[in-house]
């Protein structure tokens, strides 16, 4: 399992290679420049700008230079926030997205599977109903509505917490965000949970376990769970490289330094170098998380073997 | 676990070779049985109905203005049972009219994914190795390639259309049902039966098609009735960049997120659209369960 | 004492603002104020920016010749005095004895400085073309000329004379624009691209950068090397970049801010019935338009144009569907701008009622041979935002009425300032804000010169071309007005724009801010600014 850890990690740079390089070239076919603004630079600025960034050069010789840059650490300039470096904004938004998003997918994964796994053994009874509604809730709202939802409640009419900003850092200002990122979460890892465990329940493994008298907890944690939770964990692994780099919604209405932002926001500015930069990062990310996924696979069912070929 | 054997595939697989049609109307039957499922089917149909009559529904059409009426909250009198939105139009039947795009947008998209997704996933799962591999590094890579410049892109070579939109979501929908697909695949291939299928000469495509999408057939679902929010939500996305459906045309999506400005003065706008999709969710969801029981042997 | 009693209100426990206050030092006497600024700074360089939220912030640490007064009028800033020839192209200006925040006094050297950086190409500055009234400066800015020939010189160091192309009667209002800020000679030239981090930037402003997080906030502090240092009275200024409005009037209503510098419109009718004192809105120079391709058939038709133009019911578009005391436009360049003598040209049947207007269309219609048998059908673009969406339904259910039928189209903004650029389009949104208040800065527009690529119609009239011409040449400001508003009158008879409505500046001020003064250029700077 080790080689084929190493071997996938290998893979991972020409996969990000071929990434960076699709990327590149699919970001510049879209309308528009960076510098194209709502009022319009006259054509001979608007040459300096462009010289000034290298943006004058033939697309493949700014390629060039970009993966050369990157190749020795060098992301290059944001072309809208023009005193910060990519790596700036990466690393100043990192620390909140990581926290934020570590936090969510905890409570995610520990909230979503026990109440995923509760509603599968009472299928069909009264709590699974509740528990299903509720994350069925969960899921039918979107971020853009709860995330205003739990502002105004808890931050206006109640005033318990901060409406927005990151305040130094503080934990109050993290409540909110979180709550709004983890929900959906919860709702998605519940009904994966349990519509697995439900299957795994019937299984022959699990019934001869318990017919084996074996307490009952034990068939469930031990057996069961592990089974059931393939299909959570598939999903598990580009959830949480999607909640890491944030969401653009939460972090706009939270007023929240992340890095999700500069996803969506540099790619309506047509800052490139920001969106290639947190599209690297993300890219990462994804084969990281999904690296663990297999391997996880293997860890839970030992009848998943990644053949040597 | 060394017992853990499975017998679904070859109860199933007998099933299906003697009597294929009576496992059909069996899980039909099953199906039938279920409560919440066929509430749900009939909720549904009563919504698609309302969207595909909306024009007849109301004295209203979906883009009338009316000046004197704007924003105005439920009122019998003049037939705005929603109330009006922030242009004086009606919100009855865009809510209506909206249901058309949204649902269309969920079905075809979903099924867009579903098809590729189960697709790939098996197949990848299957064959193992290095085809696995590669498989799986080209779904690393669409996953890594930022949304937006992916559907600008189709734009820029198929041109605006309505169709696009289904074909931009399903095409990146198909992502984590294939890996949902893979995973269940890995782990059903070397059960018992399926190995019993190996040895008795059945070709690959058969054993995917027969044994391996039919095991996975639970998950995958499940996660069905979890891609079509998704879908109904990310054409708002879309339309915001300009790519989906223009006004006066309009869709779920892009009434909830309206309305979201709006849910401290005019909480209707708001309330209807999510209604609706909230019940479509919860209707689908109770379908799916339904399904996924019928569709599974070991009950009852 | 009052931001202690504003976080009370809350659990304390629970309050991030406690720990900032906490760490401001010592507690009763400091002073925040709290700003929901709507948008990141693109630099802290005064060459490299380009929006109003930028302007904002670097208004608190820099300081032009001219400066902002407390409603927005132009007021000494560095230069305690100034001269002008006769013939208004050499300005002498009297810099003021004062030093930058690291003690260096600020000298004529580095005026002359920083205007030759702005020009520099290498500088890329985006605004560089506001210089262009000072002689030779737009040849620099191209390439052609020497940042040395400049008309701009230090004859000692604290007299600066500047020569300009022609006489600009907007001159003195235009220093006051961050383009002709300065930058601390000795410090650009030490630390380079760098000079402007906390810990090395420097400047000559009431306030000095205390910290800069990217996407959370910028905190200024009090500099007490300001020369009026004495009557700055708040001692610490935040800026929060959040965009999204309606989230910044929740915080604003938390009392996390003190100032949310717009709202959306569509909140108007809460903000009216639950906060009408702190909701401010003064007319501000802009305008709404809708640029009509000129060089596309069938908009090369004067008649359509027209009659797209009478078609629409302004004041039911600001009195209904925008609510926010908007003003219903009739002229391209807003009342209330400066150096207009008789004020804007509006177009001749702004007096008629909206039923003959639509008669009048009518007729224009059928006279061009468009009818309810032949509609004429064609594309109304616009950028997404919820205000130009409900601009455009409206519009489009108006021009129904005269046999129009628009299809709607919005696009993300680059995409759509890329079809207005390139000629892509049919009719589309547009909107401009002064960059300074002279009727020649909304006018310049519908030039056809080259270059301008901000004629998005292509608009291209001899007799409106030659009238811009004289007038830029033209001392005498009231000639000017004269030859420019005969121009405007031109442009609204042909209507390669139709306007809509006048912009308003929309704040949200807590009752606490003293010292508040709306004004047409919604300039509220800071040091003239209180917290009671």
Request: charged fraction near 20%; hydrophobic fraction near 45%.
């Amino acid at each position: 399992m080790l080689a084929y850890a190493l071997r996938r990690l290998l893979v991972a740079v020409p996969t990000l290679f071929i990434i960076v390089t699709i990327a590149f070239f699919m970001i510049r076919i879209a309308p528009g420049g960076p510098f194209d603004r709502e009022r319009a630079i006259p054509p001979e600025i608007e040459k300096n700008i462009l010289a000034a960034y290298d943006l004058d050069l033939p697309l493949w010789q700014q390629y060039l230079k970009y993966v050369g840059g990157v190749l020795q650490g060098d992301f290059g300039p944001s072309y809208k926030y023009r005193d910060f470096t990519v790596l700036d904004l990466i690393a100043s938004g990192l620390p909140a997205s990581l926290q934020l998003g570590g936090i969510a997918i905890v409570l995610a994964v520990l909230f979503g599977i026990t109440a995923g796994t509760f509603a599968a053994l009472s299928q069909n009874s009264r709590y699974d109903y509740l528990i299903m509604a509720g994350a069925m809730t969960g899921i039918a709202i979107p971020n853009f509505v709860m995330a205003p939802l739990l502002t105004l409640v808890f931050g206006v009419y109640l005033s318990l917490l901060p409406v927005a900003g990151w305040g130094d850092g503080a934990l109050a200002n993290k409540i909110l965000p979180v709550i709004a990122l983890a929900l959906p979460q919860i709702a998605y890892i519940a009904r994966l949970t349990r519509g697995s465990m439900i299957e795994t329940l019937s299984q022959n493994y699990v019934r001869t376990a318990r017919a084996k008298g074996l307490r009952e907890r034990i068939v469930i944690v031990r057996h069961a769970l592990r089974g059931a939770l393939l299909p959570v964990v598939s999903y598990l692994g580009p959830a949480t490289a999607q909640i890491i780099t944030g969401s653009v919604v939460i972090e706009t209405i939270f007023d929240f330094p992340g890095i999700g932002r500069h996803f969506v926001q540099g790619a309506l500015n047509r800052d490139y170098t920001v969106v290639m930069g947190v599209m690297i990062f993300y890219a990462t990310l994804i084969i990281l998380f999904n690296l663990l996924v297999d391997l996880a696979y293997a860890l839970l069912d030992p009848k998943v073997k990644y053949e040597q070929r | 676990m060394a017992n853990a054997g499975n017998t679904t595939g070859l109860v199933l697989d007998a099933a299906g070779m003697v009597q294929g049609r009576s496992l059909w109307a069996d899980a039909r039957r099953r199906l039938m049985r279920n409560k919440a499922a066929v509430a749900s089917m009939i909720i549904l149909s009563v919504i698609a109905l309302l969207a595909v009559f909306a024009p007849w529904l109301s004295p209203h059409a979906y883009d009338e203005v009316y000046w004197e009426r704007i924003q105005a909250p439920p009122d019998f009198a003049a037939a705005h049972w929603f109330g009006t939105d922030g242009n004086g139009r009606d919100m009855f039947v865009r809510t209506l009219y909206g249901a058309r795009v949204s649902l269309m947008v969920g079905i075809l998209a979903t099924t867009v994914s579903l098809l590729i997704g189960v697709t790939w996933g098996a197949v990848a799962g299957f064959a193992g190795g290095r085809t696995d591999n590669l498989m799986m590094r080209f779904v690393d890579i669409m996953y890594s390639l930022p949304f937006m410049f992916f559907v600008i892109l189709l734009m820029v070579i198929f041109g605006r259309n309505i169709f696009m939109i289904f074909i931009a979501l399903g095409a990146v929908e198909w992502l984590t049902m294939a890996r949902i697909v893979r995973g269940q695949t890995l782990s059903i291939k070397h059960k018992e039966f399926i190995e019993a299928a190996h040895a008795s000469g059945v070709s690959g495509a058969r054993i995917v098609t027969r044994h391996i999408i039919p095991n996975a057939l639970g998950p995958v679902i499940v996660y069905v009735t979890l891609t079509v929010p998704q879908v109904i939500l990310v054409e708002s996305f879309i339309s915001f960049l300009g790519l989906g459906v223009q006004e006066p045309l309009t869709s779920w999506g892009v009434l909830i997120s309206e309305g979201a400005r709006q849910m401290e003065t005019a909480p209707w706008m708001l309330v209807f659209p999510a209604t609706f999709l909230a019940a479509t969710l919860f209707c689908l969801n109770f379908i799916g369960d339904g399904l996924r029981d019928a569709l599974d042997p070991h009950d009852r | 004492m009052q931001t202690l009693i504003s976080i009370t209100r809350r659990t304390v426990l629970f309050t991030a603002l406690a720990v900032t206050f906490a760490l401001a030092g010592p507690a009763g006497a400091e002073k925040i104020l709290r700003v929901a600024n709507f948008g990141e700074p693109e630099s802290l360089d005064p060459h490299k920016v380009s929006g109003v939220w930028t302007h904002r912030v670097l208004r608190d640490i820099f300081m032009g010749l001219t400066t902002e007064g407390q409603g927005g009028e132009t007021i000494a800033g560095a230069a305690e005095s100034w001269t002008v020839s006769a013939d208004g192209t050499v300005y002498t200006f009297k810099i003021r004895d004062h030093v930058w925040s690291d003690g260096k006094p600020v000298t004529a050297d580095d005026f002359v400085y920083s205007f030759r950086r702005i020009l520099l190409p290498e500088t890329a500055a985006e605004y560089a073309s506001l210089m262009y009234p000072m002689k030779n400066a737009e040849a620099i800015n191209t390439g052609k000329a020497a940042a040395e020939t400049l008309g701009a010189r230090a004859i000692d160091a604290r007299t600066l004379e500047v020569t300009l192309r022609a006489p600009t009667p907007y001159f003195l209002t235009q220093l006051t624009h961050y383009t002709a800020w300065p930058v601390p000679k000795h410090v650009v030239e030490k630390h380079g691209d760098a000079w402007n981090k906390p810990g090395t930037i420097v400047g000559n402003g009431p306030y000095l950068l205390e910290e800069w997080v990217p996407s959370t906030h910028v905190k200024l502090v009090r500099n007490p090397k300001f020369y009026d240092a004495g009557s700055v009275k708040i001692d610490r200024v935040v800026y929060y970049p959040g965009e999204d409005r309606v989230a910044g009037q929740k915080r604003f209503r938390a009392g996390e801010v003190e100032i949310a510098t717009d709202f959306s419109s569509d909140q108007i009718d809460w903000l009216h019935k639950n906060l009408p004192k702190e909701t401010r809105i003064a007319p501000y120079l802009g305008i709404y338009y809708y640029p009509i391709n000129t060089t596309k058939a069938p908009f090369n038709d004067k008649r359509i144009r027209q009659a797209m133009s009478l078609a629409i019911n302004r004041e039911a578009i600001t009195n209904k569907v925008l609510k926010s005391g908007e003003i219903p436009a009739y002229s391209f360049v807003p009342p209330g701008t400066p150096n207009y003598a008789s004020g804007p040209s509006y177009m001749q049947w702004k007096g008629i009622s909206y039923k003959e207007r639509l008669a009048q269309a009518n007729k224009l219609m059928s006279e061009a041979g468009y009818g309810p048998d032949n509609p004429l059908k064609f594309t109304l673009s616009y950028n997404t935002s919820e205000n130009h969406k409900r601009i455009a339904i409206a519009v489009a259910a108006m021009w129904k009425q005269i046999g129009v039928q628009a299809e709607l189209f919005n696009s993300e903004v680059k995409v759509h300032y890329d079809a207005l650029k390139s000629g892509d389009f049919q009719v589309a949104r547009a909107g401009w804000v002064a960059d300074y208040p002279d009727p020649q800065n909304f006018l310049f527009l519908l030039e056809s010169k080259s270059g301008s690529s901000l004629n998005y119609g292509r608009y291209d009239n001899n007799e409106f071309n030659s009238l811009m011409d004289k007038a830029g040449v033209t001392s005498d400001l009231d000639a000017r007005a004269m030859l420019m508003a005969k121009a405007e009158a031109q442009a609204m008879e042909d209507q390669p724009v139709i306007p809509i409505y006048y912009y308003v500046s929309k704040n949200l001020v807590s009752q606490r801010i003293v010292g508040w003064v709306d004004n047409a250029r919604d300039s509220h700077p800071v040091r003239f600014l209180d917290l009671k």
